[in-house]
């Protein structure tokens, strides 16, 4: 059973902060990795996709992978309001194209 | 502007009836999957389908059915013998390459209530 954790949160960070979400995956063979942002009452957008070990950046968003490690996190830097929502970290498996999804992280930015 | 539309936004449901949800897609994706999200919980898959024609259940199949008699089109039907349907369901579709996995676009989900 291929397994995505997160942990559920809420993780509340100031207004200006570094918000630091992980996730990690039990199977060792996972390929393609995907973290989606969730408002409340709505669906999921993909904010970043990461495939290879290391560091990602856009704009704001940094995704971090180690599949030594089996873990994939996301760096939100100078954190605002608007960044509150619930975070999805999903994971395919080689040979697979159908995602595992993780049960989300909730973020909530204090002004 | 490509993407995925789900309708209704809003279902109700009455004893003993069945429901069906449509999803459409205008991004010539191959792959579309549909799932159900509980209040506070993750995605779970329901059914999938990677070809017209074909389609394979998902995590929790039992008390849905779906169809795909064209590429565009995925949708799910919601039997009577699913007992506790009340959730937010979503569509979603991604391309299938044999190279680099493609993410999902997801639709603005559809939300089914019991009367």
């Known amino acids: 059973q291929k397994e995505v954790e997160q942990n559920s949160g809420p993780l509340s960070v100031p207004e200006g902060a570094i918000a630091s979400l992980n996730c990690t995956y039990s199977d060792r063979g996972s390929q393609s990795f995907f973290w989606y942002r969730q408002y409340s009452g709505k669906s999921p957008e993909l904010i970043m996709s990461i495939y290879s070990n290391g560091d990602k950046e856009d704009g704001r968003f940094t995704a971090q992978l180690n599949k030594a490690s089996q873990y994939v996190s996301l760096l939100i830097r100078d954190s605002q309001p608007s960044d509150s929502a619930t975070y999805l970290c999903?994971?395919?498996?080689?040979?697979?194209?159908?995602?595992?999804f993780g049960r989300g992280t909730s973020l909530i930015v204090h002004p | 502007d490509g993407g995925i539309t789900q309708s209704p936004k809003y279902l109700f449901r009455k004893e003993g009836q069945n429901v069906t949800l449509s999803c459409e897609q205008n991004?010539?994706?191959?792959?579309m999957y549909w799932y159900r999200q509980d209040p506070g919980q993750g995605l779970r898959l329901i059914y999938y389908?990677?070809?017209?024609?074909?389609?394979q259940k998902g995590d929790i199949a039992e008390g849905y059915s779906v169809s795909r008699e064209k590429k565009e089109s995925f949708p799910l039907t919601v039997t009577s013998a699913q007992k506790n349907p009340t959730a937010f369901y979503l569509c979603?579709?991604?391309?299938?390459?044999?190279?680099?996995?493609?993410?999902?676009?997801f639709g603005d989900g559809t939300r089914l209530s019991i009367l």
């Open positions: 999903a994971v395919i498996s080689g040979g697979s194209y159908i995602p595992t």
């Open positions: 979603a579709s991604s391309p299938v390459y044999q190279g680099v996995n493609q993410p999902q676009h």
């Open positions: 389908s990677q070809i017209v024609n074909d389609f």
């Open positions: 991004l010539n994706h191959d792959a």
